[in-house]
């Protein structure tokens, strides 16, 4: 298995607001996780979108009706609109009971790139940085994702990230029934981007050196 250290943190897209992928253009426009993924596997299997499903957020009694159903399908969902120009660069989801989802935005900005991370809780969420003068390469993205300071934020405490914190704040405890927890851990977070296409498996690899580094699993000697 990959660790951290073996991709290619330098890779850096030519742009944001050029996609080759025509159902990830569409992707990108849908907020709703669920929806997301009905969609996606509607497109690839060559089936007709039911209706609504392409609308960027759910509203009014729409909303209403899918979080009747379970808590989970409103992944995604509260998330603020895009500013002008404005493109997700990075996605993290939760499976957690209300499925949270934050995303890292860029938007034109002068001749600067501007950044911003978003939650559906209006979290002020505190990054590295938020400016570059062109795309950001894998590494500098991870630093934004990895450095923020949302969840378990306190003056006391390093900055976690998007992927950490919840990890330490769903799994970092002693518990019983390590094994399940693992199961659970590998799959509580996801880390997804139209741009960097190693981001997922980078953050994958993250997780399983967090789960080592717990001695919930144990490591390898190429760690």
Same mark, same amino acid.
């Given at each position: 298995?990959?660790?951290?250290?073996?991709?290619?943190?330098? %890779?850096?897209?030519?742009?944001?607001?050029?996609? #080759?992928?025509?159902?990830?253009?569409?992707?990108? #426009?849908?907020?709703?996780?669920?929806?997301?993924? *009905?969609?996606?596997?509607?497109?690839? +299997?060559?089936?007709?979108?039911?209706?609504?499903?392409?609308?960027?957020?759910?509203?009014?009694?729409? $909303? *209403?009706?899918?979080?009747?159903?379970?808590? %989970?399908?409103?992944?995604?969902?509260?998330?603020?609109?895009?500013?002008?120009?404005?493109?997700?660069?990075? $996605?993290?989801?939760?499976?957690?009971?209300?499925?949270?989802?934050?995303?890292?935005?860029?938007?034109?900005?002068?001749?600067? @790139?501007?950044?911003?991370?978003?939650?559906?809780?209006?979290?002020?969420?505190?990054?590295?940085? &938020? +400016?570059?003068?062109?795309?950001?390469?894998? #590494? *500098?993205?991870?630093?934004?994702?990895?450095?923020?300071?949302?969840?378990? $934020?306190? &003056?006391?405490?390093?900055?976690? #990230?998007?992927?950490?914190?919840?990890?330490?704040?769903?799994?970092? $405890?002693?518990?019983?029934?390590?094994?399940?927890?693992?199961?659970? +851990?590998? +799959?509580?977070?996801?880390?997804?981007?139209?741009?960097?296409?190693?981001?997922?498996?980078?953050?994958?690899?993250?997780?399983?050196?967090?789960? @080592?580094?717990?001695?919930?699993?144990?490591?390898?000697?190429?760690?």
């Amino acid at each position: 298995m990959k660790t951290t250290r073996d991709f290619d943190l330098s %890779f850096r897209p030519d742009t944001y607001w050029e996609q #080759g992928d025509p159902i990830a253009v569409i992707l990108a #426009g849908i907020k709703g996780e669920a929806r997301r993924k *009905q969609v996606k596997a509607a497109l690839e +299997a060559g089936k007709e979108i039911p209706e609504g499903l392409l609308d960027s957020l759910l509203e009014g009694p729409v $909303r *209403q009706d899918w979080g009747a159903l379970h808590p %989970f399908l409103m992944g995604g969902e509260y998330l603020p609109p895009d500013l002008p120009g404005e493109t997700t660069i990075a $996605r993290v989801s939760l499976r957690s009971v209300t499925g949270d989802v934050s995303e890292v935005r860029a938007r034109p900005g002068g001749r600067l @790139i501007r950044y911003r991370i978003v939650d559906e809780y209006d979290t002020e969420i505190g990054m590295p940085f &938020d +400016a570059s003068e062109a795309p950001v390469t894998m #590494g *500098q993205l991870i630093s934004l994702i990895d450095q923020c300071d949302g969840l378990l $934020r306190s &003056d006391a405490e390093p900055r976690l #990230g998007l992927v950490r914190a919840p990890l330490e704040y769903n799994f970092g $405890r002693p518990h019983s029934g390590a094994h399940r927890r693992v199961r659970e +851990a590998r +799959a509580f977070v996801t880390v997804s981007s139209p741009f960097y296409p190693d981001l997922e498996a980078y953050f994958e690899a993250l997780v399983e050196e967090w789960l @080592i580094s717990k001695g919930l699993v144990e490591g390898t000697s190429d760690m």
